[in-house]
């Protein structure tokens, strides 16, 4: 079977919620990442066969096709198409997943990946809030789901506080991988460990100045476990915070999957070969455990064990997440979101699928580990997996 290759990776800084991306359309967010990409590989921009954007929350400045209009506001020529899909926080992995089975499977040479939310913009939850308020249908969870499970709706905070009480973790065992992932930011950014990755966003300040966004906005280098501790819980009798939850972020990803025949005609130089890709789905109600079935099916597919990977990134939508991942895989804690996680370095939905690899791709490189794992847990019980392979 043809190869995929991944020939670059990069990413925005994250932004803070009303930070300083807000005041970035997210047609333009997304675009910053394609123009960095062509500059970097030098690819003729009309040799681009597909962009697929992935977005979580399509209404407003989001909808309307947002993948074809990240194109338009980038220096992409018309001629190249687009689509946007939404496989809730994994949408960008999933878009990587459908860019690299294109190029596998022959019908396509080039292909951007990537993915966009600007959540300050476009807030979490809109389309359905909305709808609502409007008066617009009965929502997204027909009778039939409610009464197959039993729920009336479902709930990411419920299901990450089913796992926490399921896995016996402690508000303060969470506390304490909060106050983890804020420190290993910091200390990547210090080190410059983001710099390859990171493109440079040039805005305008409260104070009309212009103002280059290149460092993730959220990290919190004074963070303690006092403060995070200080954090009430998200119900009054759970465990889990908003301080160990990921961040609301203003962000964009994105990647350049490539042919072997497309790296040859255009000079480029493969950071790393796509070596599994492996979606599953399962309950839906606890809904964000699904990574650790996923993971497990895809270190069986690939013929690989969980010490054969030198980097796993675990989406910390919230602590509870990547501990009960740690906890029932066996995973090295030691090579878990070594540079710092969502907790830290911020969430942007759509966005997080190509920035996790983008992440992950930068830091094999650096600490020359051979293969790199990345799972997201999704909405609906869903989680995806990526197995790729340093070059």
Known sequence: MPEAYIVSARRTAGGRRNGRLAGVHPADLGARVIDAILAETGVDPAAIDDVIIG???QIGEQT???GRNVVLASSLPDSVPAVTIDRQCGSSQQALHFAAQAVMSGTQDLVIAGGVESMSRVPMGSPMMLAANAGIGEGPF???IQQRYGVESFSQFVGAQMIADKHGFSR????????????KAAAATEAGAFADEIVPVTVTGPDGDTIVHDR???????ATLESIGSVKTLTPDGSLSAATASQICDGSSGVLVASAAAVKAHGLTPLARVHNLTVTAGDPVIMLEEPIPATRRALQRAGLSIDDIGLFEVNEAFASVPMAWLKETGADPARLNVNGGAIALGHPLGGTGTKLMATLIHALRARGGRYGLQTMCEGGGIANVTIVERL
């Open 172 to 183: 303060a065992d969470m506390d304490g991988f909060a106050l983890a992932s804020h420190r």
């Open 64 to 66: 309307f096709a947002l």
């Open 55 to 57: 977005c979580v929350s």
């Open 216 to 222: 993730d906005e959220g990290i919190r280098g004074d």
């Open 142 to 144: 027909a009778k039939s």
